[in-house]
């Protein structure tokens, strides 16, 4: 699944479950992140397309990375894309940059370790995926689009009673 936009699927439902307690944006940045070791394996041609980036450890430093990073660059694209109905800039606390990213990394690297032969998502414990062909790529692209939609309609039934609940609480006030 590389460059694709399938994976934001599952951020996209935590996002709905977790709400404020969760940055999708982090979350995408991650998997920009850890598809850039195989980005550039793809240019120059040389090296293991899903290496160290896709194990377990590396998916660690890569989350420690793209939190630290993904912080200032989400909140700076929030100020940009003017999300905030104030004009105060949305603020991601290190606790959601950390948790998004760190979840970014790791199911990136089950996502693409059901998937890719090369993945060794336990090394230098274990050479073997065990995750490889436990469902699907059909499958596991499905469950990344409907886990999206899903995800989506939670999300605006949410913001919606959550609006709802504002208007008459400001009328009953």
């Known amino acids: 699944m590389p460059f694709t936009p399938f994976r934001i699927g599952t951020g996209i439902l935590i996002k709905a479950l977790l709400q404020?307690?969760?940055?999708?944006?982090?979350?995408?940045?991650?998997?920009?992140?850890?598809?850039?070791?195989?980005?550039?394996?793809?240019?120059?041609?040389?090296?293991?397309?899903?290496?160290?980036?896709?194990?377990?450890?590396?998916?660690?430093?890569?989350?420690?990375?793209?939190?630290?990073?993904?912080?200032?660059?989400?909140?700076?694209?929030?100020?940009?894309?003017?999300?905030?109905?104030?004009?105060?800039?949305?603020?991601?606390?290190?606790?959601?940059?950390f948790i998004s990213a760190f979840v970014g990394c790791f199911s990136h690297v089950i996502l693409d370790g059901i998937m890719h032969s090369d993945v060794q998502p336990f090394y230098p414990i274990s050479l073997s995926n065990p995750m490889l062909g436990y469902v699907s790529v059909a499958n596991l692209h499905k469950f990344c689009l409907y886990t999206g939609l899903i995800g989506a309609a939670i999300f605006y039934v949410v913001q919606w009673r959550n609006r709802k609940s504002n208007k008459s609480f400001k009328r009953d006030s």
């Open 20 to 97: 404020g307690s969760f940055s999708l944006m982090v979350f995408g940045w991650s998997q920009i992140v850890m598809d850039l070791q195989p980005l550039w394996v793809l240019l120059n041609g040389h090296g293991q397309l899903h290496g160290f980036s896709h194990t377990f450890i590396g998916g660690t430093l890569l989350a420690v990375v793209s939190a630290l990073t993904g912080k200032y660059l989400s909140e700076f694209d929030l100020v940009i894309l003017r999300l905030s109905k104030s004009f105060q800039p949305i603020k991601i606390s290190w606790f959601v940059a």
